[in-house]
């Protein structure tokens, strides 16, 4: 009796040390997810992809043909934008921890030493830049653009210093689809900067929604975001005014047919009505948050079309 109780606890003990290991290295990789932002990263590997695709059908390249360059290409941009994500975490951990949505990032938890977030951060931006430069040269200067705008133009200068930070930081967003295409082909067609422009336009409005809805704790933080120094009013109608923008963006496009063009343009006017709306909308937050919900619905359904609309 006495020896199955042993053999009982043992067990036990042993169920509860292995649940302990589970969740400890669990936690582990969400902490280190959050270290190099895996939704950033995600979300704009989608534009690289559609900016390899896009390459690939107007040079009238097949896609399994090139799979070894559409692998570098994928994965050196993953790793670049990750090791710059990782870099603006170790950057920004002194401000991170006056804000709701970002207190709980890896380098203010503590859960990852700064050292640690460094070390990701250079180590996968060399690696990475390496595996864009075996695509085109074209491909591995323009992720080092994308590294430069990000970390030092953005992180390091006009976040803490100017409400136009967002602008800046856009540059950064919009380089990925065009990493894409130059690692197919280094002569960047006049429909890979479109796809830039859609990218660096997409960004403003996107970012001012969502620095609507999270003022206070930007105004907390010191960060001169345009509604922190400019107010709500000032911020609705630049947003109108970039999402106006983006309207005769698709035309360029027009090499990906008429239904392209419409479905781009009825995004646009979508966008656009709702934004004007916002000026009859007596709850600013209420309409930052459908805009900043759109603007996520956007991108996905712009840069996914594009693909889609090459295979039918």
């Not at 040269?137 to 006009?158: K, N, R």
Request: some cysteine; charged content about 10%; proline content about 4%.
């Amino acid at each position: 009796m006495s020896n199955s109780k042993v053999f009982n606890e043992t067990e036990i003990n042993s169920d509860d040390h292995s649940l302990d290991e589970n969740i400890s290295k669990s936690t582990v990789l969400k902490d280190f997810l959050a270290l190099i932002k895996i939704g950033i990263v995600n979300s704009n590997l989608i534009t690289v992809f559609a900016g390899i695709w896009l390459a690939l059908q107007f040079n009238d390249l097949r896609f399994l043909s090139n799979i070894s360059t559409v692998l570098l290409a994928v994965v050196g941009s993953a790793l670049v934008m990750a090791g710059s994500c990782s870099l603006n975490n170790f950057i920004d951990r002194d401000i991170d921890n006056k804000m709701e949505r970002t207190k709980a990032r890896p380098t203010v938890s503590g859960s990852f030493h700064p050292s640690v977030a460094l070390i990701v951060g250079f180590l996968f931006i060399t690696v990475g830049t390496a595996m864009l430069f075996q695509t085109t040269i074209t491909a591995g200067i323009i992720g080092l653009i994308g590294v430069f705008s990000y970390v030092v133009l953005y992180s390091l200068w006009s976040k803490r210093h100017y409400p136009i930070n967002t602008i800046i930081g856009s540059i950064s967003g919009a380089v990925p689809p065009l990493i894409g295409w130059a690692a197919i082909d280094a002569n960047l067609h006049t429909a890979a900067w479109v796809l830039f422009l859609i990218m660096f336009i997409w960004q403003p409005p996107h970012f001012w929604a969502l620095a609507m809805k999270r003022t206070e704790e930007y105004r907390a933080a010191g960060i001169p975001m345009l509604p922190v120094v400019y107010g709500f009013n000032v911020t609705k109608r630049q947003m109108v005014v970039w999402v106006a923008l983006l309207l005769p963006l698709p035309f360029y496009l027009i090499e990906l047919g008429i239904p392209f063009v419409i479905l781009a343009t009825l995004l646009n006017i979508g966008w656009l009505i709702i934004g004007l709306y916002g000026f009859k909308m007596k709850d600013d937050l209420k309409w930052a948050n459908w805009m900043f919900i759109y603007s996520l619905n956007y991108l996905t359904i712009m840069f996914v079309s594009m693909v889609i609309v090459t295979l039918i």
